[in-house]
């Protein structure tokens, strides 16, 4: 059955059904046991990260994980539920159809059924948009923060956005967003990225992984992450009716000024 996606999606490379807890069940062929292993303990790790961040999208009745995309220079790598603690895992060229591999993926998930026996994982608690612990003035530049609200607010439908520095901590946020909300996004968002980069391989071979962005998808929403120069990375996060190619083409405009802030600031990594 997990042939039937690499045989049927040009541009499909491999694979992989994993329980939560990142053990490999099944795979198709060209994976050697070091790789499989490396990219179901990554893809564990992004999914159970991934849900650790519904809050930054907001609070909604129905806030459950719907998936992420990992776009590198070489290819791309989609995650989505398959069952109780289960979880399915796809890599392709970077011309793939996107929308006929995610058809193909679905569809494998439906005929798997819900056998899978793991454990599942539990969501952090909801919080709402705006919190009444703010970030402490001084924590963050009000140069930084002008960027980030200038940008999102050009995008309909766009929520919050972080910028974290090199060494994982948050420099700087949108107007309303809670300090301990920030600070729990910052450390999801640096998991990810480094989970991403891993699973790079995944993708295809490639000298250097290059990455260039992860997209997760909520029922309530969307969060974007991509790099902002110097280590540094920015989450985003928009309602799901959101333009997102809008909202990360925003990102990347307002990148290199953000980037050049982000630099000038005391503790820099």
Not at 30 to 43: C, N, P, R, V
Not at 139 to 162: K, P
Not at 226 to 236: P, Q, R, S, T
Request: glycine share 10%.
């Amino acid at each position: 059955m997990l042939d039937d996606i690499v045989k049927n999606v040009i541009g499909a490379r491999h694979a992989v059904l994993l329980s939560a807890d990142g053990l490999p069940r099944a795979s198709t062929e060209g994976l050697t046991e070091k790789e499989l292993s490396t990219i179901s303990t990554a893809m564990s790790g992004i999914q159970a990260l991934s849900r650790a961040t519904a809050p930054f999208v907001g609070s909604a009745p129905n806030a459950a994980w719907t998936q992420t995309i990992i776009e590198l220079e070489h290819g791309w790598i989609f995650l989505i539920g398959a069952g109780q603690g289960a979880y399915l895992a796809a890599a392709a060229e970077p011309d793939v159809d996107m929308q006929q591999i995610s058809y193909r993926m679905h569809r494998l998930v439906a005929r798997l059924g819900h056998n899978m026996t793991s454990a599942p994982r539990v969501d952090s608690p909801q919080s709402g948009r705006h919190g009444r612990q703010e970030l402490a003035p001084g924590e963050e530049t009000a140069e930084v923060l002008s960027y980030l609200d200038h940008a999102l607010a050009e995008v309909h439908g766009a929520r919050h956005a972080v910028l974290l520095g090199g060494d994982g901590l948050p420099r700087g946020a949108t107007t309303g967003l809670p300090r301990d909300l920030a600070d729990r996004i910052s450390a999801a968002m640096t998991a990810i990225h480094a989970n991403s980069r891993a699973a790079g391989q995944f993708a295809g071979p490639a000298a250097t992984v290059v990455w260039r962005q992860t997209a997760i998808e909520f029922q309530h929403g969307w969060i974007v992450l991509i790099a902002a120069g110097d280590g540094a990375l920015v989450a985003a996060s928009a309602d799901h009716d959101c333009n997102i190619e809008q909202l990360t083409a925003r990102l990347h405009e307002v990148e290199p000024k953000m980037a050049a802030a982000v630099g000038r600031m005391p503790g820099h990594v």
